[in-house]
């Protein structure tokens, strides 16, 4: 039980991961109005706007992707932890 749960979390926030590295690359090579990059932005952008208003864009830089990652790979060990110590 343990186990699967850990690996669902492990899943999850992984492929959430995934997504913001793959609009961030997408972004660049195809551009902002492709249809992919609108889908994946529609999926990031309620995790990566709140970042960007406490961490501003460093020149024409955003970083609240490099942020918002940090942040998830924080929460996933601690998620995991807990979860770990706590059905033992």
């Known amino acids: 039980m343990k186990g699967v749960l850990i690996y669902i979390i492990n899943l999850l926030f992984s492929l959430y991961s995934l997504v913001i590295v793959a609009r961030v690359f997408l972004e660049m090579i195809v551009g902002p109005f492709h249809?992919?990059?609108?889908?994946?932005?529609?999926?990031?952008?309620?995790?990566?706007?709140?970042?960007?208003?406490?961490?501003?864009?460093?020149?024409?830089?955003?970083?609240?992707?490099?942020?918002?990652?940090?942040?998830?790979?924080?929460?996933?060990i601690l998620l995991v932890s807990v979860i770990a110590s706590v059905l033992r």
């Open 35 to 76: 249809p992919t990059v609108r889908w994946l932005r529609r999926l990031t952008e309620p995790v990566l706007a709140p970042m960007r208003r406490v961490i501003p864009p460093i020149g024409m830089v955003d970083v609240s992707p490099a942020a918002v990652l940090l942040l998830l790979y924080i929460l996933r």
